[in-house]
């Protein structure tokens, strides 16, 4: 017998998260009935992770459901937000509760770390796609946009770049490490860990803020067209791990993986100078690196220092309908 | 060339519906930044189409676009809401443009319809899936829930049952009428009207309150296990069209269209005796039928009362993971 629709989402969903004293109708009714916080704003962003795009065929299902949280508590952490509850959108080929389980699992996690609640889904058959709509709360007029860099800002990122790109090589078989720098690797583009607590940390620090999730320099050029500013990067401050300085890449090679490669979804912002001491106080309470990287300058544009040489760069990221 | 997810966007979404005053921040950042309004509640919902599950392969974009939206219109109709707002996450095969201003169309006409606004969105390539999560506002304590059934109150369907249904047989080659017949079956099919003004004027009237998506027997089945009591229908009142009478079925294949067909998108409602003046009221303002169809009992389970027998009913209805 084939376990209903029904059963499938009472059974591994109404119970995910705590009931909340704001939460006056949950899972179950034809929609969450929902009591604002007063003096908050709410944030809304929607993230869709799909097979074979977003996550490779063989991705564990307890991966599956951690990214597709993570990526949007990323979203939340990059306004500066709270996160509060979601809802989920899951098609699936069939009702294998095997798989179901393991992908709870991976939600699970997320869910009791920043004590989120599930408020509503959708069920059906297809194929495997994920989507999330995230809600957060922000104290009125605090969100942190892409639009507030100034001409003089300090230019920052959270945590290494490139290691999701280098764990996506490793799948593709074109880069090959030992065992535990694999490990490592995959475990960047498959968890994700959203930067939540940096994001709150930067209310009333950080000008302009978004998470990197199709690379550096894509990325920042949301920050920069949003601003009206231009943008200089240092790049020997790019910050790249041990693991992914051990490889032995080409600089080249490096530097495309730092500015280029996607999932990273550490978050980049912008402060002014007086803030150096409340950021490396942030990062030393979160225990995450905050570097430094460069500058936003009045001429538009992104442009690489290096050398005492300065070049201009691409905006490319990666897009779903042209880098495949 | 192919033209990049994020100029889609821009292109087709960004101007979906009207600027509000409580929206700070709209698509293109990380995540919206709205304003709740004061004294009321938020009711969300969430509901995903997949092509060859929820629609035909060969519908046409335009339906496909007003469907999505309806049916989440629809939820919030039923919980006696009214819709502010929604977020869209689709996957394309491919970045058809021709599809995508068809989709937009059949979205626009609701979002201008409800003064609606499109808050966030997520465009990715795959097979062709489109989930919308809509937000609607109720003044605080006023939703109408299915849980709220009441032993003597009347129960009542909204429009009629089973063209839908009909609809979905026409397409299958099951059912065979005239041209505008036909089309009036596929149009009940594939461009349900949310009864957002019915579930408007009900507050205060209704008691419980569903939206007819699975079919009468499954839905109405939602209202007496949340309310942990029991109904009897009265079959001939069930409402039926001239067009699905006009067919010639056999007296229990028309029930079983009535009872168990999917998809007509009319609220299934209880409301006290004395409310009678009241309904009869809110269908002559909205200028739909408005049918008294059964009585809530204190005997769990659903009954058919017909020709002075009284039948125990199964409360299936349409389940993605069983019945294809």
Chains 1, 2 share one sequence.
């Not at 009791?112 to 009125?140: K, M, N």
């Not at 990122?157 to 078989?173: F, I, Q, R, S, Y």
């Not at 050029?221 to 992914?244: C, K, N």
């Not at 032995?248 to 100078?273: I, K, M, S, V, W």
Request: net charge negative.
């Amino acid at each position: 017998m084939a376990t209903s629709e029904f059963e499938l989402i009472r059974r591994y969903f109404t119970d995910l998260g705590k009931q909340r004293q704001w939460l006056s109708v949950g899972i179950g009714d034809d929609a969450a009935v929902i009591t604002p916080p007063a003096g908050q704003q709410l944030l809304i962003s929607i993230d869709t992770l799909n097979v074979g795009i977003h996550f490779p065929a063989q991705s564990s299902a307890k991966d599956i459901g951690h990214k597709a949280l993570a990526v949007n508590l990323s979203d939340i952490a990059a306004m500066g937000g709270e996160p509060q509850w979601f809802t989920l959108a899951l098609s699936l080929p069939s009702a294998d509760e095997a798989w179901l389980s393991l992908f709870c699992q991976g939600l699970a996690e997320l869910v009791e770390q920043y004590q989120l609640c599930l408020v509503g889904g959708d069920t059906t058959r297809g194929p495997l796609s994920i989507t999330i709509q995230i809600a957060g709360a922000i104290p009125t007029e605090q969100a942190l946009t892409r639009a507030g860099a100034n001409v003089g800002d300090d230019i920052y990122v959270t945590g290494t770049l490139g290691d999701a790109a280098a764990g996506l090589l490793v799948c593709e078989n074109q880069l090959h490490a030992d065992e535990t720098t694999t490990r490592y690797f995959l475990n960047r583009l498959n968890r994700p860990e959203p930067r939540v607590a940096i994001g709150l940390g930067l209310r009333g620090i950080a000008t302009a803020c978004i998470d990197v999730s199709d690379g550096l320099a894509a990325d920042l050029g949301h920050i920069i067209d949003d601003s009206g500013v231009g943008a200089e990067l240092r790049m020997e401050t790019l910050p790249v791990s041990g693991q992914l300085r051990a490889q032995g890449l080409a600089e080249a090679r490096l530097q495309e993986l730092n500015l280029f490669g996607g999932d990273d979804y550490e978050l980049c912002f912008t402060a002014a100078p007086p803030q150096r001491a409340a950021i490396a106080q942030l990062a030393q309470t979160t225990a995450v690196p905050i570097t430094l990287i460069g500058t936003v300058i009045a001429e538009k544009g992104l442009f690489a220092l290096e050398h005492a040489q300065r070049a201009s760069l691409p905006a490319k990221g990666f897009d779903h309908f042209q880098n495949e």
